[in-house]
């Protein structure tokens, strides 16, 4: 049995079409302050557990929310309307106005079509960008982009085992 998961969990590690089909996707249920009622239907969860968990975040209007996803982990993330969030130094000299969903583009070193798609941009794009970061795809652990074309990208450490 410990070998079982030891190996489950090797694959999930090595495989992202194996993980999301072991651990799921992160569902949408909230997007532009909008609730997504087959998102909800789809995953059992009652309108009165969604506005607890909310409340739990200290969220009270369901119109503050840009998005809420539940995660494969049964976790609430919610991201607030820009004019609802905490003041932050870009709120005062402003690099943009509006704020966009993030989506990973390339996890664990493979790009991820969705995340891609979801974004708004092309794999041509995203090997353009990596080429002119010089960095290489087999080096690039989590990279995520917005459907404004801003993408962060973070390297693998290679001072631990791959």
Request: net charge negative; hydrophobic share 40%; with cysteine.
């Amino acid at each position: 049995m410990v070998l079982r998961v030891i190996y489950f969990s090797f694959i999930s590690l090595k495989s992202i079409r194996f993980r999301h089909f072991v651990e799921g996707n992160p569902t949408v249920f909230i997007e532009e302050g909008n609730i997504i009622e087959k998102a909800l239907k789809k995953e059992k969860i009652s309108l009165d557990e969604l506005l607890e968990q909310l409340r739990k975040k200290n969220i009270y209007r369901v119109s503050d929310v840009e998005f809420a996803f539940l995660d494969s982990n049964g976790e609430l993330s919610v991201l607030l309307k820009k004019e609802k969030q905490p003041l932050l130094y870009e709120d005062v000299y402003p690099t943009s106005l509006n704020v966009f969903p993030i989506h990973s583009v390339i996890s664990d070193g493979e790009i991820v079509k969705n995340g891609l798609r979801n974004a708004g941009c092309t794999e041509a794009w995203l090997v353009n960008q990596l080429k002119l970061r010089h960095f290489i795809l087999e080096n690039v652990f989590l990279a995520q982009s917005d459907s404004s074309g801003k993408l962060t990208i973070d390297l693998y450490d290679w001072s631990s085992d791959r």
